[in-house]
């Protein structure tokens, strides 16, 4: 079991020394001007890894959340991401959503893939879409709260297995591990044709394995783009109670 956890360890590394982490986390961090941090974490009492590093039996986002440091740590200083993910090279990248970094919307995989082909129908342009097995969030411009709330305020019902991430929340980006799954992207930074199937894109595919990023940063929607679809895809995801049936 060691020889096997000790290959793996070896293939998460870049030729260059670098974890796939560290490489993904430095280009989001310098290259986009995204404010990162790592995430909790998983650890492992000798089988697969799916209990969060930070000990709570309630935990919502299992290695997908800030902990040890908390969420105001977020930076793009590159200095500071080496040295975090130099110390902890498999630890997940978690984008802090809001101010000048993108926000996002995220809902249940299966209304996700619902979405993204109503959207693909009708011709919508969409930015970058993060998925996990469970979960699939669509990355956004930043917006405001009283944006927000004017947009859901027009809607007769918000589903509450729909969330947003906006200013003081934070998403996990590829190519990160977590207690749903690995993290991917379902519609990769600078797509330039929809994936029309429920599999990742070569091109998803390369940037979430390497941890590479793109020289520029990705084109966002409006929020008000896509509300009303992800309102409608996601309508048939919740529980009476408002809840979600899906994990985080």
């Given at each position: 079991?060691?020889?096997?956890?000790?290959?793996?360890?070896?293939?998460?590394?870049?030729?260059?020394?670098?974890?796939?982490?560290?490489?993904?986390?430095?280009?989001?961090?310098?290259?986009?001007?995204?404010?990162?941090?790592?995430?909790?974490?998983?650890?492992?009492?000798?089988?697969?890894?799916?209990?969060?590093?930070?000990?709570?039996?309630?935990?919502?986002?299992?290695?997908?959340?800030?902990?040890?440091?908390?969420?105001?740590?977020?930076?793009?200083?590159?200095?500071?991401?080496?040295?975090?993910?130099?110390?902890?090279?498999?630890?997940?990248?978690?984008?802090?959503?809001?101010?000048?970094?993108?926000?996002?919307?995220?809902?249940?995989?299966?209304?996700?893939?619902?979405?993204?082909?109503?959207?693909?129908?009708?011709?919508?342009?969409?930015?970058?879409?993060?998925?996990?097995?469970?979960?699939?969030?669509?990355?956004?411009?930043?917006?405001?709260?009283?944006?927000?709330?004017?947009?859901?305020?027009?809607?007769?019902?918000?589903?509450?297995?729909?969330?947003?991430?906006?200013?003081?929340?934070?998403?996990?980006?590829?190519?990160?591990?977590?207690?749903?799954?690995?993290?991917?992207?379902?519609?990769?930074?600078?797509?330039?044709?929809?994936?029309?199937?429920?599999?990742?894109?070569?091109?998803?595919?390369a940037l979430s394995a390497a941890g590479a990023v793109a020289a520029t940063p990705p084109w966002l929607p409006d929020v008000a783009t896509v509300v009303d679809v992800l309102v409608e895809e996601s309508a048939g995801t919740?529980?009476?109670?408002?809840?979600?049936?899906?994990?985080?």
């Amino acid at each position: 079991m060691r020889e096997i956890l000790g290959r793996r360890r070896k293939l998460s590394l870049r030729r260059d020394g670098r974890s796939a982490a560290l490489t993904a986390a430095l280009g989001y961090a310098t290259q986009w001007q995204w404010p990162v941090l790592p995430g909790a974490g998983l650890r492992s009492d000798g089988g697969r890894a799916t209990e969060c590093a930070c000990r709570h039996l309630d935990c919502a986002a299992p290695g997908a959340h800030p902990f040890e440091p908390g969420l105001l740590a977020a930076t793009t200083d590159a200095r500071m991401v080496q040295w975090w993910w130099t110390n902890r090279p498999d630890a997940p990248v978690v984008l802090a959503t809001g101010g000048r970094a993108p926000c996002a919307v995220s809902l249940p995989a299966v209304a996700g893939a619902r979405a993204l082909a109503t959207f693909d129908r009708a011709g919508v342009r969409l930015g970058p879409v993060v998925a996990t097995p469970t979960r699939w969030a669509l990355l956004v411009a930043p917006y405001s709260l009283e944006v927000l709330g004017e947009l859901l305020h027009s809607q007769d019902w918000v589903p509450g297995s729909l969330r947003f991430h906006g200013e003081g929340g934070y998403v996990a980006l590829p190519p990160s591990s977590t207690g749903a799954g690995r993290v991917r992207w379902e519609r990769a930074p600078g797509a330039a044709v929809p994936a029309r199937t429920d599999r990742p894109s070569r091109l998803g595919r390369a940037l979430s394995a390497a941890g590479a990023v793109a020289a520029t940063p990705p084109w966002l929607p409006d929020v008000a783009t896509v509300v009303d679809v992800l309102v409608e895809e996601s309508a048939g995801t919740g529980t009476a109670g408002g809840g979600s049936r899906l994990a985080y």
